[in-house]
């Protein structure tokens, strides 16, 4: 499953204000993100998540997005301007080499990783960086399509993740998704 990258023209379909109904990002991630904080969002799409979080988080916190697709990239910075919140978003070009995180080592609070870790390659070298970039006591929450990712793939990437250090400290399925918060000690 891995290798797999969100096509452009997608994230058109991922805007939908129809997704709202059954996901809504406030709901979704508002138990794990308050004022102040930093959140690191990898493979970000246009933005679907974006806006709510840099909302969430407030003028004092930050909001770091990363992109493997330059066009979709592009559309987070639209939409984030157009909506007054670009002050809050940092937006990182990712590479086939990595998350291009490096900048923020230690500094990360929240790191939702949304739909996408079945499209890394690299699983244990994607949640290495994550791990270095999340602050001790920070957290991350892996969640993931049930009609797109079968149970051993994600399995499969929970097991990078914990490779990597972090520990599970809850597993909760939704109605679409498999899903489990895992935080760095």
């Not at 987070?76 to 301007?81: D, S």
């Amino acid at each position: 499953m891995a290798g797999h990258v969100c096509p452009f023209w997608a994230g058109y379909l991922l805007l939908s204000p129809l997704r709202r109904m059954l996901e809504n990002p406030y709901t979704m991630l508002g138990p794990f993100v308050e004022e102040g904080m930093t959140v690191l969002e990898p493979g970000c799409g246009m933005g679907y998540f974006t806006l709510p979080l840099a909302r969430m988080v407030g003028p004092g916190g930050r909001v770091v997005v990363v992109e493997i697709e330059p066009k979709m990239l592009s559309a987070v910075e639209r939409r984030a301007r157009k909506a007054g919140l670009l002050d809050r978003i940092v937006l990182c070009l990712a590479s086939g080499e990595g998350p291009g995180v490096e900048g923020f080592l230690e500094s990360v609070d929240f790191a939702p990783v949304l739909y996408m870790a079945h499209e890394v390659p690299d699983q244990a070298g994607f949640f290495l960086e994550l791990w270095k970039a999340i602050k001790s006591g920070g957290r991350m929450l892996v969640l993931e399509p049930k009609f797109h990712v079968t149970p051993n793939d994600f399995e499969r990437a929970v097991a990078a993740a914990e490779s990597a250090g972090f520990r599970i400290e809850k597993r909760f399925d939704g109605r679409f998704t498999r899903n489990v918060l895992m935080g760095k000690p």
